[in-house]
């Protein structure tokens, strides 16, 4: 055998071992120092002059610990005692030298050797990472679907990065990597829906996001800076696969610069320790977010593949559930037909539910039942034999038939793909679900082939040239098996293995199994039942020693045991949530209502009760108002008048009073009505009651601490309350008109957080374009280049009011709305006078309102 190779044919592994991670240069951006165990400097980057004023020549073989400041080295070596070998430990706003010339530091360790590197850091950057990152996952975790998770995930990344193009990508099973979200500066071309081949993302690189999930490129550009001493040993190269400023290959250079790349970022989406997929982002200039910032994406990197991993695992377990309940039934009605077994048209019905199939053949001791569109008989002859060299106790796909039996690709219009379930041992018999061919265009980033160039290596493939969309037309295979189709077929694999083999008992253990459910849903009812029996049980002994009559008897228990269901009522209305205290006292006090006569005053703000003191105050109101009805205002021509009020600590002041009854008198005894009065909010809610029988009429007070109570904010300046749809003014939505639809809307707001839910909130009201500045220069730029039909501007603005924004927006024709975190506060003159504010937070309807308002003043 020659061992002459062939330098016509390209090397395809050179890109797998290039020495990407021991390129022993970093980018100009930061520095890096290597500390042997005694703090004495081994490596050091040739830029240290420029960043710390000393030569990487003189600061080679000093220790480190004498040249730095004791605050700085006090700090490191806290950091260092947390460090594990194969994480790293960042340092914001460090005094390295002086106080004055501040860095970021990052800490890890490479070998024996501890890493450090820094950058100059930016304090007008400087932010609570963990509080924004806690408000983004909060966003995502919200968002319906897994498109809508995704896309919130890039837009939210693209906010806080600020790179011109963020893209989500989800690699498949052969590597190709599909871009499955994505959001882009405006007039930037999508790339959506495009598939990158898995050749892009060379093996070794694969690893490395695997092993350092979070990447900078600043510069494509620029130079990158040696790391000293350089001894042109491969082996003896500074391994960097955890270092932040890690120079980049050439490859990959050349792959961004074909791009249009100046600046790129990226952060690894790892689920279950595997790469799922990558947070790609881009940007034409060069482009370094500070330290802090970049540390908040990565933390958001982290958080979002977990979530994601979360979510993956909640799809699996619900996949799990229907492949039981699909045994379940399948062992079930087997049990009772056996002959089901060979029914084609039967399993292609009760397996079709969950997998998509257009065909069955059941292969059972040599003989074939089919049902549907199958390959002909002879080649499922042919496709059982392959199958028998395959494993027997798991299921066996392919979306493309063919590839293992040829033939199979003639009738690739009936069957291209195929799902086989082994259903026993010995003989091999299977059932066989079979799909149709799809034909799919695959829009390919640029054509998926590369280019052979000639290195000093020899021939290698070239990064591809162009990205422009290449559409590849696939023919002969059908649409893949998903993992929840396999464990569907694996399920059913177990189900009729059990029942072949163990027949009679599985129809035992069903029955057994159904009895069990029986009696523990019994034993569930008995007990709620016991527990309701319970709390009647005990009115009716307590309404019972204070009656003094039947009638009086069946009234009160009549009473209280409806004052029970409407409380249960209003809990369930809401999902067992918070229910409304104003709607609870309007329903006891005005059920005595007296030929339309207002009995019932009430003040203070929307109170809402946790459901076990809506339950509590259910039977409380009722026993005032019945009391009343009996003996007090309400059994005149008097008035309850009830106040709310919310205490500093939260806590919810009620107080009763009754006027214009007959003159009260304190009971000569103290029947259940008054005990459930007195006793039932200090005993069930921690709280205070205190009734007193004043001579003008009865007075009660009460307070429920604030754990039972949600109060609703009245204060703001547009609200749900102040503005009823039938009184909005001419042209707004009185008319029955959407005039918020198809609108262009430019929205004003630094906040990240608060821009994403106010842009999902304008187009939830039916905008066509919502375009969002976070400076006042920017949306300067933004009003004189489009057209806009309205406008929310935050009043401050990084610090900075927006009122001589607001000037040239009105003059531009635009109609506007201020938005204001500052409450009551606000005071507006001059030309802004009348302006409408919205005070923040607000809700949708309150938006709404506001803007229908502003179109209305310019209508008019």
Known sequence: MSGTVDQSIPDLTICDREPITRLDRIQSFGFLIALSNDWTIARASENTAEMLGTAAEQLIGCRLDTLISRQALHDIRNRMSILQATSSERLFDIGLITAKKRFDLSLHYSGDLLILEGEPSLPQDRMEAASMVRAMIERLKRAKSVADFHRDAARQVRAITGFERVMVYRFDANGNGDVIAESTRSNIESFLGLRYPASDIPVQARALYLANPFRIIADVHAPTVPVLPYRGQPEQALDMTHAVTRAVSPVHIEYLTNMGVGASLSISIIVEGRLWGLIACHHVDPRCPSFVMRTAAELFGHMYSMTLESRLRGYAATDERNARALSDRMMTAIAGDETLLTNAEWIRDIVGGMIQCDGVAIF?????????????????????????????????????????????AQSADRAAGMLAIPVSRTPRDYIMLFRRELLEEVRWSGDPTKPVVQTEDGLRLSPRKSFEAFVETVRGKASPFSEADRRIGEAVRIAIIEVILRYSEAASDERRRATERSTLLIAELNHRVRNILTLVRGLIARTGQSATGVA????????????????????????????SLLALLDDEVNAHRRNGHDVF??????????????????????????????YGALSTEGTVHVALGIRADGGLDIRWRERGGPPVQAPTRRGFGSVVIERTVPFDLQGTAEIRYALSGLEADFYLPAKHVVAADRDMAIGCDAIAPEEAPVGAASTGINRLASTSILLLEDSMIIALETEDMLYALGANRVTTASTIAEADALLAAGRFDLAVLDINVAGQVSFDFAQRVRKAGVPYIFASGYGDQVALDGEETGTIVLQKPFELEHLRQALLMSLATRLA
Not at 372 to 396: H, M, W
Not at 601 to 618: F, V
Request: aromatic fraction near 4%; proline fraction near 8%; include cysteine.
């Open 364 to 408: 059972q001791q040599g003989k074939l039942t089919l049902n549907g569109a199958t390959p002909p008989e002879s080649e499922i002859t042919a496709i059982a034999r392959y199958l028998d060299t395959t494993s027997p106790s798991r299921v066996y796909d392919t979306h493309e038939i063919a590839a293992i039996a040829p033939r199979c």
């Open 552 to 579: 009086q008897y069946t009234s009160s228990l009549n009473g209280r045991v409806q004052a029970l269901a409407r409380a249960h009522d209003y809990v369930t209305r809401s999902s067992w949530g918070p229910a």
């Open 601 to 630: 005053l009430i003040d203070g703000p929307p109170i809402h009760l946790h459901p076990t003191a809506i339950s509590t105050m259910a039977l409380v109101i009722h026993e005032l108002a019945t009391n009343s009805a009996k």
